[in-house]
C-alpha cells in the first residue's frame, strides 16, 4: 500500500500521536487502520509490524487496481526469485488485476540466456505475461541495450491500468509510457533502478554514448510523467543522481525483498532439493 501512495505518511503524521497506546481494530473504516499502521511504524521495526499486522488489513484499506508491470529493462523470467517475480506475486496476493510485459529474453534452469517466441500465457502465479517482440531486425547486443518493443502501447490501452510499474530506467520503452500517461493524466507511473556504478556504465562506451546520452535523455524527457524513481540501494541512489541527473524530490530507496519461511520448512526444502540432486 505505502508503494501504491507514497505520500500517505506524511498526511498521517498528525494524527499518529492520538493512536498511542490505541489496540489494533481489523473493523474500523479504512482510515483508521491507515492511522494504526502508521503508528506501529512509528513504534516498532517495520519486520514486525509487516509480520504482525499487514496482512491482517491490506485488503481492507486497498481497493483493486489494475497493475502494469513493464519489465523490458529488467527482464521477467518465470518462476525465479527476483524482484519483479516477487512485487508480481505480492500485488496478486493482494487482490490486484496484474499484468506483465516483459522481452522473449528467458533463462533456463542453468542459468543460460536463451530467447523465445513473442506470446501471452497465464503464469504459474495467475498473472497474464506478455513476451513482446524487439522492434528493430538488430543483433541481439544492439536490440538488448536500445531496448525498443512492439505492442507495447497496444496492450496498455487494451489494458487499462491504473498504476505502470516500469522496472529499470533505460530503455526506449520508458518513452511510450511515458505517451500512454500524457494521454491517461490519472495514471501512476513509478520507475524503478538496480543500475550502480559497480554493475553499469563501468566503461567510456557504455558510460557516455549508452547511459549519459541515450539513457539520461530518455529518462529526463520523461521525468514530469514519473511520480517516483525507486532505488534499491544507496548506490543506485547516487548513480541515478550523477549519470541521469535525477533530483533528489523525484528519488525513493525501494530495498530489495524477500520471503521468510521458518526453520522447518527450509530444512524440508533444503533435504528434498539435495536429495534431487544427490
Given at each position: ?22 489496540n489494533f481494530d481489523s473493523n474500523k473504516n479504512s482510515n483508521s487502520l491507515l492511522k494504526v499502521y502508521e503508528n506501529l ?75 523465445v517466441k513473442p506470446s501471452s500465457y497465464i503464469s504459474k502465479d ?153
Amino acid at each position: 500500500y505505502l508503494y501504491l501512495n507514497p505520500d500517505k505518511l506524511s498526511q498521517m503524521g498528525s494524527e499518529s500521536k492520538k493512536l498511542s497506546g490505541k489496540n489494533f481494530d481489523s473493523n474500523k473504516n479504512s482510515n483508521s487502520l491507515l492511522k494504526v499502521y502508521e503508528n506501529l511504524l512509528i513504534k516498532k521495526s517495520p519486520f514486525e509490524c509487516f509480520k504482525n499486522r499487514y496482512n491482517d488489513f491490506r485488503l481492507k484499506v486497498q481497493e483493486k487496481r489494475k497493475i502494469a508491470h513493464v519489465c523490458l529493462s529488467c527482464n521477467f523470467y518465470d518462476q525465479f526469485g527476483y524482484q519483479e517475480n516477487k512485487l508480481v506475486k505480492k500485488h496478486l496476493d493482494s487482490g490486484h488485476d496484474v499484468n506483465v510485459f516483459t522481452s522473449t529474453e528467458m533463462l533456463t534452469k542453468h542459468g543460460s540466456i536463451k530467447f523465445v517466441k513473442p506470446s501471452s500465457y497465464i503464469s504459474k502465479d495467475g498473472c497474464l505475461v506478455h513476451r513482446l517482440p524487439y522492434a528493430f531486425d538488430l543483433h541481439r547486443k544492439i536490440s538488448t541495450k536500445i531496448r525498443a518493443h512492439k505492442l507495447l502501447y497496444k496492450y496498455l490501452k487494451s489494458f487499462s491500468p491504473d498504476v505502470i510499474f516500469f522496472h529499470g530506467t533505460c530503455g526506449w520503452e520508458v518513452l511510450t509510457v511515458r505517451k500512454y500517461v500524457l494521454s491517461h493524466p490519472k495514471v501512476e507511473l513509478f520507475i524503478d533502478s538496480h543500475e550502480d556504478h559497480y554493475n553499469s556504465a563501468t566503461n567510456f562506451l557504455s558510460r557516455i554514448i549508452l547511459h549519459k546520452l541515450f539513457y539520461r535523455s530518455i529518462i529526463q524527457y520523461s521525468l514530469p510523467y514519473v511520480k517516483s524513481v525507486l532505488c534499491v540501494s544507496v548506490e543506485t541512489i547516487s548513480f541515478v543522481r550523477k549519470i541521469y541527473k535525477i533530483p533528489e524530490s523525484k528519488i525513493e530507496f525501494f530495498p530489495l525483498g524477500a520471503d521468510l519461511i521458518c526453520d522447518q520448512n527450509y530444512n524440508s526444502n533444503r533435504k528434498n532439493v539435495r536429495s534431487e540432486l544427490n
